[in-house]
């Protein structure tokens, strides 16, 4: 209890800052201020204003996260199963890589419209390059002695998965799914930035051109909002399913 | 003439290494009448491990033939227990789902897996450990829980590699006592890996001595003594000594030299 209020204390204090600087050392309409950027969350909320909005930015966010993890599991497991084609593709996958995946918005609009598909398609593949990244090389990686103690157990190919390269493989799943939250956030909103009918990307686009700071950083605090409880739901998820490794008992940050 | 159980026939091999292929087993050949039990000694790094590599079906010899049951092994032998040097439990399971899991992969139905796991961590001195990770256990009690899981699902052929060596003395005469026991009841074939004469003369019914590397079988000593042998006062078994004798005889040259 103690340590939380310690946690807070230095965000009050930027809170506390940000508020009286406002108008003093810098225009607000620059800055905004912490009370406005308050009232305002109020007032969208209140008129349900934000609405439309959250559900469609909510929507593009899951559907696009999931669509990428789970493609990048699927892809990882089966190249970090099968090193011959893995030795093939590897070179390409790594270009693509490469590859800003801000620089495809554009294409993703003309191939999948301005609705939700092209921000799914952008989220999606953000996330799945990290998923994929991590699952392969955790697949990769897994001790070859216990794949082999398991054969000799008489394991078939369904339970080899299931009961060794699986769980091995885990924490890097996990790191994977944690580090592609934010990227998926970038995804969904770099596409409605690009071209949208709805959406809070759409939203903060729209207060920013009409000079309402406070709206911009409203929108930006809800989008802080998802990625923190995301952020908690996976610390969750890891503390889980991790709780046979040293460190896990050790480890309890939830962000 | 029945095939003996296992057989190696002519097997070297060499690994291959920056100066060059090093050879390891050179022109090893003897072979294990079923449910019979051998012991195999040898000085540290002489390639013991490296045989029951072989025989686990994890390695393929450069030359030569290791045969079970007549057939050439040709792949991961499933059809073995083993107990490898390093206990090798999977982390990521309690000691209780690792000892149940060779019968989940065998399809042992769920009472029968917990009765079992739960009568073989008795055994080993392990009830009340059942829901520990490997790593909230010591490393012994690792060990333990590596046999316990193999000794568990009761396969025809045993493979042990130095399975006591990382135990107290104590609890390594009763788990001896336990391997004994089990051994008698199932009538498994059982190859196993030691430094230790005493183990392997109390144990066996043939001791395969080795060189250094590269590993050649030195001498193949017999063991007659009479069964149930008493591992707790091994010079009070008839004929301990003069069988110990013989063993460190053939022994002597290779680590005295
Ligand atoms: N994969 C490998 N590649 C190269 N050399 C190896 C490999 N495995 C083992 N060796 C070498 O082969 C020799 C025999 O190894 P092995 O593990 O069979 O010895 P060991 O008789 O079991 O020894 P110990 O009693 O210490 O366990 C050693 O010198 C070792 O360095
Ligand atoms: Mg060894």
Request: net charge positive; charged share 15%.
């Amino acid at each position: 209890m103690k340590k939380a209020i310690l946690a807070l204390l230095p965000g009050l204090v930027l809170l506390a800052f940000w508020e009286w600087a406002s108008g003093r050392l810098i225009r607000e309409i620059y800055v905004s201020k912490p009370s406005a950027i308050a009232v305002r969350l109020y007032e969208l909320f209140a008129t349900g204003e934000i609405l439309p909005h959250l559900v469609v930015t909510l929507q593009e966010l899951v559907l696009g996260y999931l669509v990428g993890v789970l493609s990048g599991v699927v892809v990882g497991y089966w190249l970090g199963r099968s090193p011959r084609v893995a030795a093939v593709v590897e070179p390409y996958v790594m270009a693509f890589y490469g590859i800003p995946k801000i620089a495809l918005a554009p294409l993703f609009i003309i191939w999948f419209g301005i609705g939700i598909g092209s921000k799914i398609a952008l989220a999606g593949i953000m996330v799945f390059f990290l998923t994929f990244y991590n699952v392969y090389t955790g697949v990769r990686n897994v001790d070859r002695e216990y794949a082999n103690l398991a054969l000799i157990m008489g394991a078939k190919e369904r339970q080899l998965t299931r009961h060794v390269y699986l769980p091995a493989a885990a924490p890097f799943v996990l790191l994977g799914m944690r580090m592609a939250i934010p990227y998926s956030v970038i995804g969904v909103i770099v596409g409605e930035f690009a071209s949208s009918t709805r959406g809070l990307g759409l939203f903060i686009n729209q207060a920013s051109s009409t000079y309402d700071p406070a709206g911009v950083f409203a929108g930006i605090v809800i989008l802080l909002a998802f990625i923190l409880v995301a952020n908690i739901g996976a610390a969750r998820l890891e503390r889980r399913l991790l709780r046979w490794r040293p460190q896990a008992a050790a480890q309890s940050n939830d962000i | 003439m029945v095939a003996p159980e296992i057989a190696f026939e002519n097997v070297s091999h060499s690994f291959a290494t920056p100066a060059g292929p090093m050879p390891v087993i050179d022109d090893v050949s003897f072979e294990m009448a079923r449910g019979t039990f051998t012991a195999v000694i040898g000085p540290s790094g002489c390639g013991k491990s490296t045989l029951l590599q072989m025989l686990a079906g994890l390695l393929k010899p450069s030359k030569g033939r290791v045969r079970q049951s007549g057939r050439e092994i040709a792949g991961v032998n499933s059809t073995i227990g083993f107990i490898p040097q390093q206990s090798l439990l999977f982390p990521w399971y309690t000691l209780s789902q690792n000892v149940a899991l060779p019968m989940v992969f065998k399809n042992v139905p769920a009472a029968e897996r917990e009765e079992r796991v739960r009568r073989i961590l008795a055994d080993v001195g392990l009830d009340g450990f059942a829901d520990h990770y490997p790593h909230q256990l010591s490393g012994g009690m690792q060990k333990r829980g590596s046999i316990a899981r193999t000794l568990v699902y009761r396969p025809d052929v045993i493979l042990m590699d130095e399975p006591f060596g990382a135990l107290d003395a104590q609890t390594r005469m009763v788990m001896q006592d336990d391997l004994q026991g089990l051994v008698a009841r199932q009538g498994a074939t059982v190859v196993l890996i030691t430094h230790d004469i005493t183990e392997a003369v109390l144990l066996a019914d043939e001791v395969v001595v080795l060189s250094r590397r590269p590993a050649r079988v030195i001498a193949r000593v017999p063991i007659a003594l009479a069964r149930p042998r008493n591992v707790f006062e091994p010079f009070a078994v008839p004929g301990f000594d003069d069988a110990y004798g013989q063993v460190w005889q053939r022994f002597r040259a290779e680590v005295l030299a």
